[in-house]
């Protein structure tokens, strides 16, 4: 059975400090791997994808994926209040559906 | 860019009534969709995928159905709703040309 999985958290880290968040996977010929953020209440909203192995940074946030380790990391530089959420890790290969994790719940703290 | 309706947002239904969800798609044709629930402080769980209009597949056997009678048009039902049905519904997108899903707002269902 396919598995992602992630640290559940919380993760508590101060305001302006970088936030790690880390999700392992299952399936070694995963393709696409994903970060999506939820606040509480609320459907979880895009914000990363990645597909090579490397890093992918968008603005405060920087993707970093290593196939041969199965893992999937996002950080987010300048953390603020406004970033406290669980955040989903998510999987994907073509022809099949998602797989998420569990989330970690982020707390910022100002 | 596709939009995602979902509604009621909230719904309290007791136990035993019918629940219909109705999720539509604007802004693509023949999407993927999808019908997923979150437990209160858990992780997302896959119900029904439908790939195309009256192709539905379902994940989890239970006693909710989905039904797609048109192509942007995505239906959760049941006829007799548990306690364990309360939760977070929402339905999601597959954009294929970048390969990335898309939610919806959600409907929170209580079951009393």
């Known amino acids: 059975q396919k598995e992602v999985e992630q640290n559940s958290g919380p993760l508590s880290v101060p305001e302006g400090a970088i936030a790690s968040l880390n999700c392992t996977y299952s399936?070694?010929?995963?393709?696409?791997f994903f970060w999506y953020r939820q606040y509480s209440g609320k459907s979880p909203e895009l914000i990363m994808s990645?597909?090579?192995?490397g890093d992918k940074e968008d603005g405060r946030f920087t993707a970093q994926l290593n196939k041969a380790s199965q893992y999937v990391s996002l950080l987010i530089r300048d953390s603020q209040p406004s970033d406290s959420a669980t955040y989903l890790c998510?999987?994907?290969?073509?022809?099949?559906?998602?797989?998420f994790g569990p989330g970690t719940r982020l707390s910022v703290l100002p | 860019s596709q939009t995602i309706h979902q509604w009621p947002a909230t719904l309290v239904q007791p136990v035993g009534s019918p629940l219909s969800l109705e999720c539509t798609v604007e802004?693509?044709?023949?999407?993927?969709l999808y019908w997923y629930r979150q437990a209160a402080g858990r992780g997302l769980q896959l119900l029904f995928y439908?790939?195309?209009?009256?192709?539905i597949s379902s994940e989890v056997p239970q006693n909710l159905s989905a039904s797609r009678p048109q192509d942007r048009q995505f239906i959760l039902s049941s006829k007799k709703l548990l306690l364990s049905d309360s939760g977070f519904y929402l339905c999601?997108?597959?954009?294929?040309?970048?390969?990335?899903?898309?939610f919806g707002s959600g409907t929170q269902l209580s079951v009393l």
């Open positions: 439908s790939v195309g209009i009256g192709q």
């Open positions: 999601a997108c597959y954009r294929g040309q970048d390969e990335k899903l898309f």
């Open positions: 998510a999987v994907y290969n073509y022809g099949q559906n998602f797989v």
């Open positions: 399936d070694r010929v995963s393709q696409s």
């Open positions: 802004g693509t044709s023949n999407p993927n």
């Open positions: 990645i597909y090579s192995n």
